[in-house]
């Protein structure tokens, strides 16, 4: 079975663009969790989706923002990209991300830089 | 709102000694679960051992269990006869039963080395 995937591994943008940043699930996960990761802020939750709906969210502004498809895979996209952007972006999957079955997969991030 | 609190940064074991690391969390919640990944250098966030508040047993998988103490709100993990493999950093989460689901709140993580 497929792990989780994400793409681009690496990314490299300027200030003031927008990133589009993709998240494949395993097979049969229909939920979707994406993280910030940063050495100063650690793990910071930004959303999760689930059936293509979000289902809950994190303290982050509106620049970020996410959709999931129907067949489970997720985008997240920054707009008018800051400095402070500039972090390891981690995704994971759960088959519903409810008791039960709360093990969550993640991908090996995609590292965006903001220059 | 849940807080996760790692207080060791850094932590260094002998090859094939016990370590432990710690994590204590705050919630006014009753049903919830913990659980502490690991992240080697490679990036990859692997799920170590998970434990549901509501069990009183202490999880366990092979090497790796944890302490849990419900009332006192700490959980930490104990990796006996350390591998050079074990070498990464780890992070403790907490998640809600129910009202956050595919929420996890982390750690800041401790950055455990295995030296031969």
């Known amino acids: 079975k497929a792990g989780v995937t994400q793409t681009p591994r690496y990314l490299i943008k300027t200030r003031g663009q927008q990133v589009t940043l993709s998240c494949s699930p395993i097979?049969?996960?229909?939920?979707v969790s994406w993280y910030q990761q940063t050495p100063g802020q650690g793990l910071q939750f930004l959303f999760e989706?689930?059936?293509?709906?979000?289902?809950n969210k994190g303290n982050f502004p509106g620049r970020f923002s996410g959709r999931q498809f129907s067949n489970s895979r997720s985008e997240m996209n920054v707009s008018t990209l800051e400095l402070g952007d500039s972090a390891l972006y981690l995704c994971?999957?759960?088959?519903?991300?409810?008791?039960?079955?709360?093990?969550?997969?993640f991908g090996q991030g995609t590292r965006l830089t903001v220059v | 709102a849940q807080t996760v609190t790692q207080s060791q940064p850094e932590m260094s074991v002998q090859e094939a000694e016990t370590v432990t690391l710690s994590c204590t969390y705050d919630?006014?919640?009753?049903?919830?679960?913990l659980f502490w990944y690991k992240q080697p250098p490679s990036r990859q966030m692997i799920l170590v051992i998970r434990?549901?508040?509501?069990?009183?047993q202490n999880a366990t998988e092979n090497r790796f269990s944890v302490n849990f103490q419900k009332a006192a709100k700490s959980f930490s993990l104990k990796i006996s006869d350390s591998q050079l493999g074990d070498t990464a950093m780890y992070f403790c989460?907490?998640?809600?039963?129910?009202?956050?689901?595919?929420?996890?709140?982390f750690g800041d993580g401790t950055t455990l080395t295995v030296k031969p």
């Open positions: 989460a907490f998640m809600s039963y129910n009202t956050n689901a595919g929420k996890s709140t």
């Open positions: 919630t006014s919640e009753s049903n919830y679960y």
């Open positions: 989706y689930f059936s293509e709906t979000q289902r």
């Open positions: 097979s049969g996960h229909r939920s």
């Open positions: 434990q549901e508040a509501y069990k009183q």
């Open positions: 994971a999957s759960s088959q519903t991300g409810r008791s039960g079955n709360t093990e969550a997969f």
